[in-house]
C-alpha cells in the first residue's frame, strides 16, 4: 500500500523528521487560517503531481477557495481528487533526494542520496547515475555514523550533517518499524532554517500487516473514499474479497490457478487474435471459497462474453477448485459459455466433479484458448 | 548427476502436519522421494503417513540424516521455521510459503548466506529431477526423466512447459522453481550455473516473467559463461505497466522490467528465445536434444 503524502507526513512528523506547517483539506474544510501563502496538494498516489496540475500555490482565502474547487473531484492520472494538502510555501535554497528501499537482488536495505532533488529520480538514474549516491545497508548492523558522513559530504551538505544524521536515522527507523518498502523524500529541502521534507513517498508491505495491529487497516481506510474513477464492479469486489484482479479492457474472462500461467494465457489470447477482459489469479494455495470469489469478481463485468478458466495445479487442488466451480453454479446462472481447462493435482476428481455439473474440462491450452477465442468472436 | 535433488537427497518436511503439508508429502512420497522425517512444533511423537513427526529440527536430526529441509509453515511462523532449519545446517531450505513479509525474507536469506546455506523461494513449487527425487509440489504427471533443465520464477508456468515436453517424450534433468519474488534465494542466474555444470543436463529452458530485472544478470552470465543452449520464454508481453500481475516480482515500473527489454537481452546474449510453450519444444526439437 503507497501512502499518501499527508499520511507519510504525519508518520515523518511523529518520528522528528521535519515537514512544513500543513492543514487536511476537504470539500467543506474553513480556509481563513491556513499559512498563506500556500501551496495547495492534491492528494493522489501518483508521482509527477506538480506537471500533471495537482500542485497550486494560493496567496489567499479567495484563491485557495478557486484552486480547491478546481481540484477537488478532479482526476489526476486517473485518481479522483477527494482531499487537498494545503502547506505553508517554503524558501528553499538547494533541493535534495533522499531514499531507503529494498534492493531486490542484492537483497538489501540501500540508502540513497542525490543533490538532483525535485526532480524524476529515475531520470537522473538513467542520464547521470554517478549523481546518486547508494551505499547498502546490512541488516545485521545497521545503520553506521560513517554512512551518514558519507552520504552528507557526497551530496554536498556537510554543515548540516547533524540534522541530516538525525533524518536519516528517522527514516531507516520508519522502515523497519513499520515493514515499509520504500520511503522516500523528493525534494529535502535545504532552508535558512535547516532540513525539511517537501513531499513524502512511503510503501508498506501489506504481507506485514498482521503484525501492526490495525495500523495498516486504518491507514487503508483513510484512503477509501471512493478511489479511482470509474472503478468497475469488478475492481471494487476484487479489493473486498483481496483477489489479484487487473482490468484490460477485452471480452475474454480469465482466471487462473497461477501468475505465470495466467500471464502466459493472455499472451497466448492475444496471439490467438482475442482480447483479455483482465487477468486474475488465486495464488498458490487457491481453493473452493478463493475460485467462487473469482468467479464472481471476473463475471460482474459485464464485457466479458466467454470465461476461460487456466488451471495447472501443483499446490492448487483441481477438487477443490472445482468444487469452488460447482458451488458458485449452484447459486448462479451463468449468463456466459464458460472454458475450463483443468490438469495437475487431483485432476482426476476434478474432472469428474465438473462432469457431474455438465461441465467438460479440457487438458490441452492452447485447444481450450481457441475455444474461448473463437467463442467470444462468435457471440 | 542432476542439481540440487538426486536419488539419495533425503527430505525433512516443515509444517508436515498442516493440510498442504500432509498432503504433499503423502504426494511426494507416491512419487518415491525419501522423507525421513517431518517437523511440527508440539506434534512431536505423532506419524504423518508413516513419517516420525518431532518438535524440533534437531531433534529430528538426531535420529536422521537430511539433506533437504522443505517448508510448508504458514507465513507468519515462515521466517522461524527458516531459521532453524539454517541453523541445523541443513544444506538446503525450501520456503514454498508466499506472503512472507520482505523484512523476514531479507533477514533469512542474509543469515542464509552468512551460513552458507542455499535456499530456494519462498513463493517456491520447490525442486524435481525427475525420476530421482520430488522435494516439491509439481504434479506427477507433467514430469518425465531426461536431459533438459529448467528454472522458472513461476511454479505453474515450469508445469506447463514440462507438460508439452513430457508428451513429446522430451524429459527433463531438474525442475528448479526459484519463486515469484519479490526477493529470490537462488537467482536464476546461480541455476544456470549449477545447470552448465550438470552432465545430466544438455539444455536449459529459463521462463521469466515481466518485472523485476533478475532476467538482465541472468543474460549478462550466459553470455559470458553458459555453453548449452538456453531457450528463454519470458511471459507477460501483454501485461499493462504498473500492474501486479499476481507474483510480488512482477510489477512493471522500470523500463528494464517489461518483457520486451528481457526479451531483447537475453536475445542479445545468445539465448534463444520462444514466444510460448510450443516454441520450447520445436526449438528442443530441432536441436535434436
Same mark, same amino acid.
Given at each position: 500500500? &503507497?501512502?499518501?503524502e499527508?499520511?507519510a507526513?504525519?508518520?515523518?512528523?511523529?518520528h522528528?523528521?521535519?515537514?512544513?506547517i500543513n492543514?487536511?483539506l476537504g470539500?467543506?474544510?474553513?480556509?481563513?487560517?491556513?499559512?498563506?501563502?500556500v501551496?495547495l496538494k492534491?492528494?493522489?498516489?501518483?508521482?509527477?503531481?506538480?506537471k500533471?496540475?495537482a500542485?497550486r500555490p494560493?496567496?489567499?482565502?479567495?484563491?485557495?477557495?478557486?484552486?480547491?474547487?478546481e481540484?477537488?473531484?478532479?482526476?489526476?492520472?486517473g485518481?479522483l481528487?477527494?482531499?487537498?494538502l494545503?502547506?505553508e510555501?517554503?524558501?528553499?535554497?538547494?533541493e535534495l533526494?533522499l531514499?531507503?528501499?529494498?534492493d531486490?537482488?542484492? &537483497?538489501?536495505?540501500?540508502i540513497?542520496?542525490s543533490d538532483?532533488g525535485? #526532480?524524476?529520480?529515475?531520470q537522473?538514474?538513467r542520464?547521470?547515475?554517478?549523481?546518486?549516491?547508494?551505499r547498502? #545497508?546490512?541488516?545485521?548492523?545497521g545503520?553506521?555514523?560513517y554512512?551518514?558522513?558519507?552520504?552528507?559530504k557526497r551530496?554536498?551538505i556537510?554543515?548540516?550533517?547533524?540534522?541530516?544524521?538525525?533524518?536519516?536515522y528517522?527514516l531507516? /527507523?520508519?522502515?523497519?518499524?513499520?515493514?515499509c518498502?520504500?520511503?522516500e523524500?523528493n525534494?529535502?529541502?535545504?532552508t535558512?532554517?535547516?532540513l525539511?521534507?517537501? !513531499?513524502a513517498k512511503?510503501?508498506?508491505?501489506d504481507?506485514?500487516?498482521?503484525r501492526?495491529? !490495525?495500523?495498516?487497516g486504518k491507514l487503508?481506510?483513510?484512503q477509501t473514499?471512493?478511489g479511482?474513477?470509474?472503478r468497475?464492479?469488478?475492481?471494487?469486489?476484487?479489493e473486498?474479497k483481496?483477489i489479484?484482479?487487473?482490468?484490460?479492457? /477485452?471480452?475474454?474472462?480469465m482466471?487462473s490457478?497461477?501468475?505465470?500461467?495466467?500471464?502466459?494465457?493472455l !499472451?497466448?489470447i492475444?496471439d490467438a487474435?482475442?482480447?483479455?477482459a483482465?487477468?486474475c489469479?488465486?495464488?498458490?494455495?487457491g481453493g473452493k471459497?478463493s475460485?467462487?470469489?473469482?468467479l464472481?469478481?471476473v463475471?460482474a463485468?459485464?464485457?466479458?462474453?466467454?470465461?476461460?478458466?487456466?488451471l495447472?495445479?501443483?499446490l492448487?487442488?483441481m477438487?477443490?477448485?472445482?468444487?469452488?466451480?460447482?458451488?458458485y453454479?449452484e447459486?448462479?446462472?451463468?449468463?456466459v459459455?464458460?472454458?475450463?481447462?483443468?490438469?495437475?493435482?487431483?485432476e482426476?476428481?476434478?474432472r469428474a466433479?465438473?462432469?457431474?455439473?455438465?461441465i467438460?474440462?479440457l487438458? !490441452?491450452?492452447?485447444?481450450a484458448i &481457441?475455444?474461448?477465442?473463437?467463442?467470444a468472436?462468435?457471440? | 548427476?542432476t542439481?540440487?535433488?538426486?536419488e539419495?537427497?533425503?527430505?525433512?518436511?516443515?509444517g508436515? $502436519?498442516?493440510?498442504?503439508?500432509s498432503?504433499q508429502t503423502?504426494v511426494m512420497?507416491e512419487?518415491?522421494?525419501k522423507?525421513?522425517?517431518g517437523?511440527t512444533p508440539?506434534?512431536g511423537g505423532?506419524?504423518v503417513?508413516?513419517?516420525?513427526?518431532?518438535?524440533?529440527?534437531?531433534d529430528?536430526l538426531?535420529?536422521?540424516?537430511?539433506?533437504?529441509?522443505?517448508s510448508?509453515?504458514?507465513a507468519?511462523?515462515?521466517k522461524?521455521?527458516?531459521?532453524?532449519?539454517?541453523?541445523?545446517r541443513?544444506?538446503?531450505?525450501?520456503?514454498t510459503?508466499?506472503g512472507i513479509?520482505d523484512?523476514?525474507?531479507?533477514t533469512l536469506l542474509n543469515y542464509?548466506?552468512?551460513k552458507?546455506?542455499?535456499v530456494?523461494?519462498?513463493? $517456491?513449487?520447490?525442486?524435481?529431477?525427475?525420476g530421482?527425487?520430488k522435494a516439491?509440489?509439481?504434479?506427477d504427471?507433467?514430469?518425465?526423466?531426461?536431459?533438459?533443465?529448467v528454472?522458472?520464477?513461476s511454479?505453474a508456468l515450469s508445469?506447463?512447459?514440462?507438460?508439452?515436453?513430457?508428451e513429446?517424450?522430451? %524429459?527433463?534433468?531438474? =525442475?528448479?522453481?526459484i519463486? %515469484?519474488?519479490?526477493?529470490? %534465494?537462488? $537467482?536464476?542466474?546461480?541455476?544456470?550455473?549449477?545447470f552448465e555444470?550438470?552432465p545430466?543436463?544438455k539444455?536449459?529452458?529459463?521462463?521469466g516473467?515481466v518485472g523485476g $530485472?533478475?532476467?538482465?544478470?541472468?543474460a549478462v552470465?550466459i553470455e559470458?559463461?553458459?555453453?548449452?543452449?538456453? =531457450?528463454s520464454?519470458?511471459v507477460?508481453?501483454?501485461?499493462p505497466?504498473?500492474?501486479?500481475m499476481?507474483?510480488?516480482?512482477?510489477?512493471i515500473?522500470?523500463?528494464?522490467?517489461?518483457?520486451?527489454?528481457? =526479451?531483447?537481452?537475453?536475445?542479445?546474449? %545468445?539465448?534463444?528465445?520462444?514466444?510460448?510453450?510450443?516454441e520450447?519444444?520445436s526449438r528442443?526439437?530441432?536441436?535434436g536434444v
Open positions: 500500500m &503507497r501512502l499518501l499527508f499520511q507526513k504525519r508518520l515523518f512528523s511523529e522528528g523528521i521535519p515537514v512544513p492543514v487536511l470539500s467543506s474544510s474553513n480556509l481563513e487560517n491556513l499559512p498563506y501563502p501551496m492534491a492528494q493522489v498516489p501518483v508521482g509527477g503531481r506538480g500533471a496540475g500542485i494560493a496567496a489567499d482565502a479567495n484563491q485557495a477557495a478557486v484552486v480547491l474547487g481540484l477537488l473531484n478532479t482526476p489526476i492520472k485518481n481528487v477527494r482531499a487537498v494545503a502547506e510555501k517554503v524558501e528553499v535554497q538547494k533526494y531514499a531507503l528501499v529494498i531486490k537482488l542484492a &537483497r538489501l536495505p540501500v540513497m542520496a538532483a525535485g #526532480i524524476d529520480i529515475e537522473v538514474a542520464e547521470r547515475p554517478a549523481q546518486i549516491t547508494k547498502y #545497508i546490512d541488516p545485521f548492523i545503520l553506521s555514523d554512512t551518514v558522513r558519507y552520504l552528507a551530496i554536498g556537510e554543515e548540516h550533517v547533524r540534522d541530516f544524521a538525525k533524518l536519516v528517522s531507516f /527507523g520508519i522502515l523497519q518499524r513499520y515493514d518498502t520504500l520511503v523524500i525534494p529535502l529541502a535545504v535558512s532554517n535547516g525539511l521534507a517537501l !513531499d512511503i510503501v508498506l508491505d504481507k506485514a500487516g498482521y501492526h495491529g !490495525d495500523l495498516f487503508k481506510a483513510e473514499w471512493p479511482k474513477d470509474g468497475s464492479r469488478s475492481e471494487e469486489l476484487a473486498e483481496g489479484t484482479y487487473v482490468p484490460l479492457g /477485452g471480452d475474454v474472462g482466471i490457478d497461477g501468475a505465470g500461467t495466467g500471464m502466459l494465457t !499472451d497466448l492475444q487474435g482475442g482480447e483479455a483482465n487477468f489469479e488465486l495464488g498458490g494455495f471459497e475460485m467462487q470469489q473469482a464472481e469478481v463475471l463485468n459485464p464485457r466479458v462474453k466467454v470465461l476461460l478458466i487456466s495447472i495445479g501443483g492448487t487442488r477438487d477443490e477448485v472445482a468444487d469452488g466451480i460447482a458451488a453454479l447459486g448462479h446462472e451463468l449468463a459459455p464458460l472454458v475450463v481447462r483443468m490438469c495437475g493435482t487431483q482426476e476428481a476434478g466433479r465438473l462432469q457431474a455439473v455438465g467438460k474440462a487438458d !490441452d491450452l492452447q485447444a &481457441r475455444t474461448a477465442v473463437e467463442t468472436r462468435r457471440s | 548427476m542439481i540440487l535433488v538426486h539419495s537427497t533425503r527430505v525433512l518436511v516443515q508436515i $502436519t498442516g493440510r498442504v503439508g498432503f503423502k512420497r512419487y518415491g522421494t522423507i525421513v522425517a517437523v508440539g506434534k505423532t506419524m503417513d508413516g513419517i516420525p513427526v518431532y518438535d524440533l529440527v534437531e529430528a538426531c535420529e536422521h540424516e537430511v539433506d533437504v529441509a522443505l510448508f509453515v504458514p507468519r511462523f515462515a522461524d521455521a527458516a531459521i532453524e532449519a539454517i541453523e541445523s541443513i544444506h538446503v531450505v525450501v520456503l510459503t508466499g513479509p523484512r523476514d525474507v531479507l542464509a548466506t552468512i552458507g546455506i542455499r530456494l523461494g519462498p513463493d $517456491t513449487p520447490g525442486v524435481v529431477s525427475p530421482k527425487c516439491g509440489v509439481h504434479p504427471r507433467v514430469l518425465k526423466q531426461g536431459h533438459v533443465g528454472v522458472s520464477k511454479g508445469y506447463e512447459v514440462c507438460k508439452l515436453l513430457t513429446h517424450s522430451i %524429459g527433463q534433468s531438474t =525442475i528448479v522453481g519463486g %515469484g519474488g519479490p526477493l529470490w %534465494g537462488l $537467482t536464476q542466474r546461480e541455476v544456470l550455473e549449477m555444470s550438470d545430466d543436463t539444455l536449459v529452458v529459463m521462463l516473467e $530485472t533478475m532476467e538482465h544478470e541472468a552470465f559470458q559463461h553458459i555453453t548449452k543452449p538456453v =531457450i520464454l519470458i507477460g508481453r501483454t501485461a505497466t504498473g500492474a501486479r499476481g507474483h510480488a516480482g512482477a510489477i515500473e522500470g523500463e528494464g522490467e517489461t518483457a520486451e527489454s528481457k =526479451i531483447s537481452a537475453l536475445r542479445k546474449a %545468445g539465448s534463444l528465445i520462444a514466444r510460448d510453450p510450443a520450447i519444444l528442443i526439437q530441432a536441436l
